[in-house]
């Protein structure tokens, strides 16, 4: 059905406007969260995970963007770059931190994970959304 395609754009890119948002809310409660606590490093853990998450996260955004508007065949080198280096990144600090011992690798880990967790929250708004059109329908 072309009109509920085209219905759905919109709501698809609103969505994928809002992802980032959570992903920075969870970062921020998460972090805030965690000192509260009084696990300081552990805070610091988690804050750089989800930065590195979040940049990663953005950057594959980016990239497949770049690569869905893309004209001809090639594949720019930037998007080449991104897509490499959000790898190279993510095992970087893990790598850091795991060998200096500088901070709680599973600290890390978690906010790794804060782009999952806005995902699921961006997707749990929107099956709501969807029920409540459906009931009103």
Same mark, same amino acid.
């Given at each position: #059905?072309?009109?509920?395609?085209?219905?759905?754009? /919109?709501?698809?890119?609103?969505?994928?406007?809002?992802? /980032?948002? &959570?992903?920075?809310?969870?970062?921020?409660? =998460?972090?805030?969260?965690?000192?509260?606590?009084?696990?300081?490093?552990?805070?610091?853990?988690?804050? %750089?995970? $989800? $930065?590195?998450?979040? %940049?990663?996260?953005? &950057? !594959?955004?980016?990239?497949?963007?770049?690569? %869905? #508007?893309?004209?001809?065949?090639?594949?720019?080198?930037?998007?080449?770059?991104?897509?490499?280096?959000?790898?190279? !990144?993510?095992?970087?600090?893990?790598?850091?931190?795991?060998?200096?011992? &500088?901070? *709680?690798?599973?600290?890390?880990?978690? =906010?790794?994970?804060? *782009?999952?967790? +806005?995902? !699921?929250?961006?997707?749990?708004?929107? %099956?709501?959304? =969807? !029920? @409540? @059109?459906? +009931?009103?329908?």
């Amino acid at each position: #059905n072309v009109q509920a395609e085209m219905t759905q754009a /919109p709501d698809l890119a609103r969505a994928e406007a809002r992802m /980032p948002r &959570w992903m920075l809310a969870i970062a921020v409660v =998460g972090t805030v969260a965690v000192l509260a606590s009084g696990h300081g490093r552990a805070a610091a853990g988690f804050a %750089l995970g $989800a $930065a590195s998450g979040v %940049l990663g996260y953005l &950057w !594959l955004h980016q990239a497949v963007e770049a690569l %869905l #508007n893309a004209t001809t065949g090639l594949v720019p080198r930037r998007v080449i770059a991104k897509i490499t280096l959000r790898y190279v !990144l993510t095992f970087g600090v893990i790598f850091l931190v795991y060998q200096t011992g &500088w901070l *709680p690798v599973l600290a890390v880990i978690a =906010g790794l994970l804060v *782009p999952a967790a +806005g995902v !699921l929250i961006e997707s749990l708004g929107l %099956l709501g959304e =969807g !029920l @409540r @059109r459906r +009931g009103a329908a």
